[in-house]
């Protein structure tokens, strides 16, 4: 069999040194604390998913680090030190379950000054973006920007923004800027002229605007290129050119699909030659369609998603945003979330990106913490997670796994450590001074805050966010779900419940949570990996998959088809690794922490089981 040659040939490396053979271990010397000869390798786009160098199917989970960039108190930088980056790093992988963020930078940091690059801003950045890397974290930073720059709005302002430069608002000599009667600040986008005239200006070129960033972009990408070891730099997995663009306006004929066509795939084109002059040309660049392609509310909804853009292909990765809208609003969406809510509108992100011959990423989604419906939070995050899962609802499941579609690649909204505690003067007035939530346009949205002592808590369930997910899958994944039982208040959310039908996985799982694996073996020899959440520790986790079955999974080996170890890093996150020895053969796993010591009779029942049901559903 392929996998049989390949781990002999493996032997032969270990034994008489360096062979190149596709699916053995990486010449590169591992450099990171719990690395495996199958970590560290570079993520690139295959056939419509992230795929690593030994050939599996990966899944970015994680957050955005972090609005603190939007805020001016550390100067537009995720963090106040190094140390709070690493600090926030390990939570980040032991607390929330990530294997990467979203990095924001800033426009305005990196060039304060028309053709003058801030080499000071961009140390202190990569030092922090390195802080993530170092813990095993897998980073793809974003030039961010809302409301295109907090130098449109004046001292006394409802509202701020964040993006470009001063100078860049100077060259304009925009309107004053008002937004009217606005409720939410994400109606200035449309309804305020500094704000529209700034985007027009910006997409069309004007007074070299475009140019500018453009060369300040490129600039920064070789800055970071040049400044992280080249094992580092692999844990760079692209670049997301442009936070949630949008036209300003229109001109005269032109709709939202032509603005597309004719002045956002053209600027991404030339930010592609940009990353490709920096050094970044085999890392995609993570390109986002007009804000208001997959908006949930009818009116707010605009044609796009780069329809006329071709097939992306590996250079490009399809990258959106979601938000419930409707849930926001308070108003358009009475009660909660419930069981396949958003099954819809992230199958509209897994068809696109399909049609368009490229991966997909959820680059920001989540709800608000605190507010007139912070009470939704609960079931909105664990829907949004549910859809990135699966495109099918938990009461469709088990009945129809095969249209569960591939695991969506997704980063929360926002991980800020500092959530509560800023010292944030809006828009430079120091009668402002902003302490509460993210600091930001009264957001809350931070997963996590620091304590009284400084360690770093989890505002969240950490049920809903520290989760079971594929990580890497060595193969084709055919079908994934995950049962977190998450709270709302006292209450479990169980939408996915084990089939009376399945009497002994039922019995197994019990009130425990639980995560199932079905894929197609490929012909690599790494093993396809989950990520195992705090709430499964190493002794209470039962496995239970045709390669075998398992209460407390032993320590990694290559021969060893149902293990555990750490994941790299050295954070204390750990992962189940499950490792076969054929090619296109379909296997499942289910991965419960609901059993202790199950007898073995009850372990081969469930077995048996599930057997059945792959045979019959697959």
Known sequence: MPNIRTRLLVVLVVLFGSLAVTGAPSATAATLPDSLWFDESPLTVQ????????????????????????LEENSGLPFASVADARKSATALRALGGGNSVRFLLSWAHAEPTRGTLDTAY??????????????GIRVYPDFHQDLYSRYLFNSGSWYTGDGAPKWAVT??????????ICLFWGQNITQNQAVTKAQYD????????????????QKTMAYVQQHLSGAEFTGVVGFDPYNEPYAGSYDSGQTSRT??????????????????????????????????????????????????????????????????????????????????QYAG?????????????????????????????????????????????????????????????????????????YNGRHH???????????????????????????????????????????????????GTTRAFTYEDRSRDGSTTLTWNPVPGSLPNVAQLVGSGQYGLLVWRSGSGSAPTELHLPASFPTAGTTVVSDLGTVHGPPAYTASTPVAAAPEPGGTGSRRLLLTDSDSGVLHYALVTNGATAPPASLLAAAKSELASWAAARF
């Open 47 to 70: 056939n419509g998913r992230f795929v690593d160098g030994n050939g599996r199917e990966v899944v970015l989970r994680g957050y955005n680090v972090s609005g603190e960039t939007k």
């Open 122 to 135: 961009l140390a202190a950045a990569t030092d922090q973006m390195r802080a993530f890397l170092d813990a």
């Open 171 to 180: 060259l304009g000599s925009y309107p004053q800027e008002s937004c009217g």
């Open 202 to 217: 910006f997409w069309h070129n004007t007074y070299g605007l475009q140019d500018s960033f453009l060369d300040t972009a």
């Open 259 to 340: 603005w597309e066509q004719n002045l956002l795939w053209p600027f991404y084109q030339k930010f592609r030659a940009r990353m490709d002059a920096a050094g970044w040309q085999d890392k995609p660049a993570f390109v986002e369609p007009n804000l208001f392609w997959n908006a949930n509310i009818d009116s707010q909804k605009q044609e796009g998603g780069l329809l006329d853009a071709g097939t992306l292909g590996p250079r490009y990765v399809l990258n959106t945003h979601f938000y419930d809208q409707k849930a926001i609003s308070g108003i358009l969406m009475w009660g909660n979330a419930s069981d396949g």
């Open 345 to 417: 509108d992230f199958g509209t992100v897994r068809d696109r990106a399909s049609a368009a011959g490229t991966a997909a990423v959820v680059s920001e989604f989540g709800h608000p913490l605190s507010g007139s419906v912070a009470g939704k939070a609960p079931t909105v995050d664990k829907a949004m997670y549910q859809a990135l899962d699966s495109r099918l609802p938990g009461s469709g499941w088990w009945s129809n796994p095969s249209a569960s579609g591939p695991v969506l690649s997704g980063n929360q909204w926002q991980w800020d450590i």
């Open 424 to 474: 944030e003067l809006m828009n430079g007035n120091s009668d402002k001074v902003k302490t509460s939530g993210d600091a930001w346009n009264d957001e809350d949205l931070s997963a996590v805050r620091l304590d009284d002592s400084g360690a770093v808590t989890l505002r969240q369930d950490a049920r809903l966010l520290d989760r079971v997910y594929p990580a890497a899958t060595a």
